[in-house]
């Protein structure tokens, strides 16, 4: 494996990764309906800027407890809470889809907790294993 996709593995396991990667969609689907020349968003009022308003919330959220896993609580039920007002106030939540990849990414990345040295130390036993195993297959070869 090359070494910049081990450096990225290594960074993934220590955050909450697929949970924001929801929420930033879900903030996504919300705001997309909306965007186009700004003439268009002061003619759609209220509505056009609450979406921008929840949709960017959602996302900003998504960025904070992907960078900062250890303030994740906080990020997640902010973009659960836009996600779920993003139903009444912009197109029904991103057709909907945007207000349920929301709800579940904020869910997935409240939830996330890191790894223990107990985990830690069973994963790099697995590892050893595996490792092992290779060199006494290509042993016997």
Known sequence: MSEW?????????????????????????????????MSAVVALGAGGVTAYVLGGGMILAAAVSMFRPEQRHFPALMGVLFAVASLPLANLGGWVIGMMLGIVGGAMTFAWTPYDDKQIAKIEARKAEAAEATEGARGDA
């Open 5 to 37: 996709r081990v450096r990225f593995h290594r960074w993934r396991r220590t955050r909450p990764f697929w949970g924001p990667i929801l929420l930033a969609l879900g903030g996504w689907f919300v705001i997309r309906p909306v965007i186009s020349s």
